[in-house]
């Protein structure tokens, strides 16, 4: 695969291209929006001197990997020629299913169809079509560009081969994928995302902390193992002979508390509220896209350490 189509030029498709031409790929860009497509090269600009400001060099000069992005004036011309498509259009069912109706006779048989989707599963938008064994959800962390996790999830009749050579080129390309055997709402990072949200709610819905000291206890606690070895490797480590000591000597007083957190409660407008003015002191309605800068320019130090780290360097 050296050539691959994006559908959708919103905040996710423009990260996209920013993956695949780092990784040397000529990326062709379509949106319904012609003016989201422009965007897409100067957001690759932008986001590579910001790597450049915080001595993240990129592996070429920007305007190289720049130069990889091409804008198509319509969906055949993103597909010409492709080996692979990432579809990440807006979050609406008819929406993905009418494109998907397009990729169907448009794209070459062999072309991949992937779906950034975060919450549908492929079987609900492309059932109807005569090439669904090639379609399955791909699923990014966004931004994609600086979180490298995707998530490869089949539809019942996605091929085997389809996923793999999926999987691959995310490999490829710097991501690490992650195998779903069958589709699940959420897939699996909202389903663990959603576990740890439900109880957070419910810790400031009942008094015990306040939203300040919620996120303390993740960033400051949890969090800072999670970034690099995740719930499995954790245990396994706090225990002198290994998980199974842990689970003997702990899995009690767990079960315990999943008895308790086993009655899920709505997110109510007056807990939503109190939540929301505990995160306004801290940053301002007018502040977040700034906030938002330096999450991301402190994710892109984090990854490229963990990256420094694994291959035994930190210079």
Known sequence: MTRVGLIGAGVVGSSWALVFARA??????????????????????????????????????????????????????ALAGMDYVQESVPERLAVKTELYRKLDTLADPQTVLGSSTSGLPASAFTEGMATRQRCLVVHPINPPHLIPLVEIVPAPWTDPDAARRAAELMRSIGQTPIRVRREINGFVVNRLQSALLSEAFRLVEDGIVSADEVDSAVSDGLGLRWCFMGPFQTIDLNAKTGVAEYCRNLGPMYYGLAKEQSDPRPWAEALVAEVEDTLRTHTPAQQIPARQRWRDNYLAKLVDFKRRQAKGTTG
């Open 24 to 77: 040397g790929f000529e990326v062709t860009v379509h949106d319904a929006d012609p003016a989201s497509a422009a965007r897409v090269p100067d957001f690759v600009r932008q986001a590579l001197a910001d790597f450049e400001a915080q001595g993240l060099s990129p592996p070429e000069p920007a305007e190289t990997i720049a130069a990889r992005v091409h804008v198509a004036a319509d969906v055949a011309e």
